[in-house]
């Protein structure tokens, strides 16, 4: 980097005054102590000035120096860097404490939520199993089956919990692979709609053209969005459509539920859960933040809003599978 800066400044001779073209060397100085440290900041500070002293100052092309104000700027240039190193490598070192924090922040709202939101599903279950357990001969057939189904439906949602936990640890890592091909979107939403086993109102035409995406992360992208909707909107109307809009493909998930206050684009941040009927919030308020995510993965995005008369609709746009191919 100080060869670097060596280099423009030499270029740089021809329109600036010897005293400016020390300014390039404070730069390598200034990104050696932000990025490696205090000591590789101080080795580029002795270097720029060595550099500085046989590229600039008389009798040029030598470490010998001719007048005595040469020497004291030299001097003066060596305290700068110095002190630029420390203040560099001081201001990493606390924007290394903040990040430090924000892990600890977020690792501690994730036990949180997730010793929360997993205890109530197992203890259903514990609860479930011990009494057809010791009260098998009080439990009719029917009651049997309901039991059953309760237990199932709770380890599903366990599951589902524990699938969100995974998917956002492995796009935190980097290692969700992302596969696109050409995908028809009514396929999508079929498979979105018996993913989450939610009633809507469907309109998707026949005609759109195949879309550029991974069918998995698609899939669970619209899953999580449906399932948002059937959690919030209390039961309220819900309505799946798409269309061909400037090239990409918008699904639109719509309801008349209570809406997303005043700022729809907080509900994409990570444990930001909305309320619902009862005053409970439930899940890990994972679920639209990774939607957002499986998006942009893919090339898409996701957007949300408010709809006119109450409710929300959600925004999923789909690169064509034609446009993503021209676009290479």
Known sequence: MVGVAAVLARFGEQWLDPQSLSLFFVVPIVIAAMRYGLGPALGASVLSVAAVN???????????????QDLGALALFVVVGV????????????????????????????????????????????????????????????ARAELLDLAEG???????????????????AGQTPVRLEPVSVSEIVAAALADVGAEAAVNVADDLPLVSADPALATRALANVL??????????????????????????????????GDDPERLFEKFVRGVDADGRAPGLGLGLALARTFMESQGGALNAANRDGGGAVFSLSFASWVKAARDG
């Open 54 to 68: 046989f590229l600039f100052v008389q009798p040029r092309f030598t470490l010998a120096v001719a007048r005595p």
């Open 83 to 142: 002190l630029v190193s420390v203040i560099a490598e001081r201001a990493r070192m606390a924007e290394a404490a903040r990040l430090e924090a924000s892990r600890e922040r977020f690792k501690a709202e994730l036990l949180a939520g997730v010793s929360h939101d997993l205890r109530t599903p197992l203890a259903t279950i514990v609860f479930t199993l011990q009494s057809l357990q010791k009260f098998a001969a009080d439990h009719g057939a029917e």
């Open 154 to 172: 709770e380890a599903r949602r366990l599951s589902e919990l524990v699938e969100t936990l995974l998917s956002s640890s492995r796009m935190e």
């Open 227 to 260: 399932s948002n909707a059937t959690k919030y909107a209390g039961g309220a109307w819900i309505s799946v459509s798409a269309r061909l809009e400037n090239h990409n493909v918008l699904v639109e998930v719509a309801d008349r539920g209570p809406g997303l």
